[in-house]
């Protein structure tokens, strides 16, 4: 079984996750890294941040100590956002980042996620090869030849610097609620939207180790809609435990997803002449009043499959500016390297006052369509794409949904479970097709 999901490496921490992994996973990556360097008289460099749980105290520590006695430099930057690091990575001209985090998975699991020079995810090739040489017998450097540590205590002003580089309209005028999610955010994302001008009530602000993600945060709604009703604000901001993510809230308690974020973003990009090729990236779970509301704009739309990497990919290869995903996962490429939910609230924020209309106005624009999305946990999901049993049932439900529905099923990346989407003309076709599929996904697999 491969060690590396669709994002870094992820598990239980301490079981499936533990500090020998990321001990030889960062021995393994510094090898490939000094091989692969065409200076070999260079010292590398690595960055290295994470988010707020507990469990990153010790594999940061196992980290740190795998890349110094493998003879690189590391520079620790503490608590940060994902973005941050591969900001600071692709800023500074290291060789690698690494980042500690399980994004908005709860706080007992971790992960390890490695970042190239130039600030972007490593490519699944290097992966593979840094996998093949965990736990390889190797010659140690010793004296001068060791890495050394460095608290880099500039970090954080230099990420919440490029943040504001891409603030065109100030935010006066604005009242916002930010749910940090007890994560990396919890100091930047507050800072940023006061330096950008808006009125800003922070919530779930306070990480403790192991608050992470509980109850709050992009996953959990809830708290931000009250918060935001409460204090009469313009516009809720919820993201993850890393801040690679945005959802957000309207003034009247309304969901904004991350398809509603795109079709906001890709309508001012285009109306500004920013959006390259005239064209946004989304992938297969995008909803199909997404498709729509780009059809009407005028906006072509490319659908690659789950995963902000293979969005990514994408965005590179044909020069794309904007692609991301329902998720609230938003990659603007002239802006960032990677998706960053800070940055993307900070634009969606100009939106708003670029345009004098409320966040409700501008999201309804597109019309989503009823979906249901089930997570059949506990289930075989490497066997999904052989079961005849479900392929069957697959296209028994597409047959019956015909053009004004469809279905999707995936196995998830990082987790032990399938997902299980349907989308229908109405709520309760969509729930009663997906109900059914995820009873064949759990009998076949489970």
């Known amino acids: 079984?491969?060690?590396?999901?669709?994002?870094?490496?992820?598990?239980?921490?301490?079981?499936?996750?533990?500090?020998?992994?990321?001990?030889?996973?960062?021995?393994?990556?510094?090898?490939i890294l000094v091989e692969s360097s065409s200076n070999k008289d260079h010292r590398p460099t690595a960055i290295v941040g994470q988010d707020s749980r507990a469990s990153g105290e010790f594999l940061e520590a196992a980290v740190v100590a795998g890349?110094?006695?493998?003879?690189?430099?590391?520079?620790?930057?503490?608590?940060?956002?994902?973005?941050?690091?591969?900001?600071?990575?692709?800023?500074?001209?290291?060789?690698?980042?690494?980042?500690?985090?399980?994004?908005?998975?709860?706080m007992p699991d971790n992960g390890v996620k490695l970042f190239a020079r130039g600030g972007g995810k490593l490519d699944d090739a290097i992966e593979a090869r840094i996998e093949a040489r965990m736990g390889e017998e190797w010659k140690r450097p010793t004296g001068r030849a060791v890495g050394r540590v460095i608290n880099d205590d500039t970090a954080t002003e230099r990420y919440l610097k490029h943040l504001l580089s891409s603030v065109e309209t100030p935010l006066q005028g604005l009242k916002?609620?930010?749910?940090?999610?007890?994560?990396?955010?919890?100091?930047?994302?507050?800072?940023?939207?006061?330096?950008?001008?808006?009125?800003v009530v922070a919530i779930f602000n306070q990480p403790d180790g192991w608050n992470i993600n509980d109850d709050c945060g992009s996953t959990h709604l809830h708290q931000l809609r009250s918060a935001v009703l409460k204090e009469g604000a313009d516009v809720g901001i919820a993201h993850d435990g890393d801040a690679d993510r945005c959802l957000a809230i309207d003034a009247a308690g309304n969901e904004i997803d991350g398809d509603h974020i795109l079709t906001i973003l890709a309508r001012g990009f285009k109306a500004r002449g920013k959006l390259?090729?005239?064209?946004?990236?989304?992938?297969?779970?995008?909803?199909?009043?997404?498709?729509?509301?780009?059809?009407?704009?005028?906006?072509?739309?490319?659908?690659?499959?789950?995963?902000?990497?293979?969005?990514?990919?994408?965005?590179?290869?044909?020069?794309?500016?904007?692609?991301?995903?329902?998720?609230?996962?938003?990659?603007?490429?002239?802006?960032?390297?990677?998706?960053?939910g800070v940055l993307t609230a900070l634009q969606l924020l100009q939106e708003v006052v670029r345009t004098g209309k409320t966040l409700q106005e501008l999201a309804a624009t597109m019309v989503r369509f009823p979906q249901v999305l089930i997570n059949v946990k506990d289930v075989k999901k490497e066997m999904l794409d052989s079961s005849a049993p479900i392929a069957a049932a697959v296209k028994n439900a597409n047959d019956?949904?015909?053009?004004?529905?469809?279905?999707?099923?995936?196995?998830?990346?990082?987790?032990?479970?399938?997902?299980?989407?349907?989308?229908?003309?109405?709520?309760?076709?969509?729930?009663?097709?997906?109900?059914?599929?995820?009873?064949?996904?759990?009998?076949?697999?489970?």
Do not use: W
């Not at 690659?304 to 996962?329: A, F, K, P």
């Open 67 to 106: 890349l110094t006695s493998a003879g690189i430099n590391v520079y620790r930057v503490g608590v940060l956002p994902t973005p941050a690091v591969a900001h600071l990575v692709a800023e500074s001209r290291a060789d690698l980042g690494v980042m500690i985090s399980a994004s908005h998975n709860p």
């Open 176 to 199: 916002i609620v930010v749910d940090c999610a007890n994560g990396a955010s919890s100091h930047v994302a507050p800072e940023a939207y006061r330096r950008a001008g808006a009125e």
């Open 400 to 446: 019956r949904l015909g053009d004004s529905g469809r279905v999707l099923l995936r196995a998830s990346g990082t987790e032990a479970l399938v997902r299980v989407m349907v989308e229908a003309a109405s709520d309760n076709l969509a729930e009663e097709v997906a109900r059914s599929l995820a009873d064949v996904v759990k009998t076949e697999l489970g």
């Open 276 to 340: 390259k090729g005239n064209t946004v990236v989304a992938t297969v779970m995008s909803n199909l009043g997404f498709m729509h509301a780009m059809k009407e704009s005028g906006i072509d739309v490319v659908a690659t499959q789950v995963g902000d990497r293979y969005v990514l990919e994408n965005m590179i290869e044909h020069d794309y500016s904007l692609g991301g995903e329902q998720s609230g996962h938003v990659i603007m490429r002239d802006l960032a390297n990677t998706g960053d």
């Open 1 to 31: 079984m491969a060690l590396f999901g669709t994002d870094g490496i992820r598990g239980l921490a301490n079981s499936d996750l533990t500090a020998e992994i990321a001990l030889d996973v960062s021995v393994a990556a510094a090898h």
